[in-house]
C-alpha cells in the first residue's frame, strides 16, 4: 500500500554564491539518494538587478515564480511567470521586481526536467522508469494512483507515489511545478 505524497523536508536558507539571493536547497541527488547523476533543486529570492544565474559545470533549467524577468542583458529574451527555460553558461537574470526563481541544476540534461504548467482538470503522468516531485504553488489538487487518493497541499513540495505499470493522475485548478526524473530518487 503506498502512503501518498511525501512532503519535502528543505535545507536551511544559504546565500546564494552570487551574493544577491537567499534561497533553500529544496532536494538534492544527495539528500534523496537518486540513482540520477547529481541534481539539485532551489529556490531563490531575488531582488530586482542583475543575477548570475547558474554554476558552470551543470546543466540548469529555471522558472520565475512572481514576476518575468530578462535573459542575458536587461533587454535580452523575456522569460514569462512559470516559463522554463535553459540557461547557457555566463547567462545573467535580469529583474524588474522582485521574484522567487525555482532553479534545477543537473549533471546531464536527461537526469531531470521542469515543468511549469496550469492545472485544469485531470493531468496523468506515467510511473514506470520515472519519479515526480509535484509543488502546487496555488490551487486545490488530489493525486490518485490506482484506487487511492490524496489530497495535495498548495505550497508545499512533495514526492508523488509511484507504482510501476500505474499512471498518477493529478486532478483540479491551479498553478503547479514538476520535475521529473528519469529514475525514481528516495523520498
Aim: no cysteine.
Amino acid at each position: 500500500m503506498n502512503a501518498g505524497p511525501a512532503t519535502l523536508r528543505t535545507l536551511p536558507a544559504v546565500p546564494d554564491p552570487s551574493g544577491h539571493a537567499t534561497g533553500i536547497q529544496l532536494a538534492s541527488a544527495h539528500t534523496h539518494g537518486s540513482a540520477a547523476g547529481p541534481w539539485r533543486l532551489h529556490l531563490q529570492h531575488l531582488d530586482p538587478g542583475a543575477h548570475s544565474a547558474l554554476r558552470e559545470n551543470a546543466s540548469t533549467q529555471l522558472a520565475p515564480l512572481d514576476a518575468p524577468l530578462a535573459l542575458g542583458d536587461p533587454g535580452g529574451r523575456p522569460l514569462l511567470r512559470l516559463q522554463v527555460a535553459s540557461l547557457l553558461p555566463n547567462q545573467t537574470l535580469h529583474l524588474a521586481a522582485p521574484t522567487r526563481v525555482v532553479r534545477l541544476e543537473r549533471s546531464h540534461p536527461d537526469d531531470a526536467e521542469l515543468i511549469a504548467r496550469p492545472l485544469q482538470g485531470p493531468m496523468l503522468l506515467p510511473t514506470t522508469d520515472q519519479g515526480w516531485l509535484a509543488w502546487l504553488l496555488v490551487g486545490h489538487a488530489v493525486v490518485k494512483l490506482g484506487e487511492a487518493g490524496w489530497e495535495l497541499a498548495a505550497g508545499v513540495p512533495a514526492w508523488l507515489p509511484t507504482e510501476a505499470g500505474q499512471r498518477l493522475r493529478l486532478e483540479g485548478a491551479g498553478e503547479l511545478l514538476l520535475v521529473r526524473f528519469r529514475t525514481i530518487p528516495a523520498a
